[in-house]
């Protein structure tokens, strides 16, 4: 029993001394002694260069099919539904006045109108105008057309300095 005794004496002894030490003043920072200068904090990391680029455009709710399907050819009034805000993100940086307008284009597309703008050599600006490449022909290019153009035309004259933008033909 006395060495049950004694073993826990010894450890109450030992906590005791630790908690005793973890308390004790810092004498070496009350001496007269200099004490070395505190070393100025890093400066702050420039802002890190642009990754990426958001494109902002329009879109329509309505479905194509209603305005353009081959009875039905009414571009104005499709045009006119195209008021609905998108953004999206591409990590293309410093993108050209053409890149944004193809960019723009692809993006505020949809459907075949879409895939035949990915196709497409670049797009061209000069004075304000894009210019928009031949689109090679097929059944059913009218009724495409019929929505694709309002939708490129409205997000392109949407950009800083587009006035205008001509569809070239063959």
Not at 5 to 16: G, K, Y
Not at 56 to 84: F, H, P, W
Not at 142 to 169: A, D, H
Request: hydrophobic residues 40%.
């Amino acid at each position: 029993m006395s060495a049950k005794i004694s073993v826990f004496a010894i450890v109450i002894a030992a906590i005791a001394i630790v908690a005793a030490g973890c308390s004790l003043p810092n004498y070496s920072s009350m001496t007269n002694q200099p004490q070395p200068a505190p070393v100025p904090a890093a400066a702050a990391p420039e802002a890190p260069a642009a990754t990426s680029t958001t494109i902002s455009y329009l879109v329509s709710r309505e479905d194509t099919n209603k305005y353009c399907n081959g009875a039905d050819m009414n571009s104005a009034a499709y045009r006119q539904t195209i008021t609905v805000p998108m953004s999206s993100t591409t990590l293309e940086t410093n993108l050209t006045e053409a890149q944004l307008a193809k960019e723009t284009a692809i993006l505020a597309t949809s459907g075949m109108c879409q895939e035949v703008l990915r196709q497409l050599p670049d797009f061209t600006v000069a004075s304000g105008t894009v210019e928009i490449p031949p689109i090679e022909g097929w059944a059913g290019v009218s009724i495409v057309m019929c929505y694709c153009q309002p939708q490129v035309e409205v997000n392109l004259l949407r950009l800083p300095g587009i006035t205008k933008v001509s569809w070239n033909s063959h």
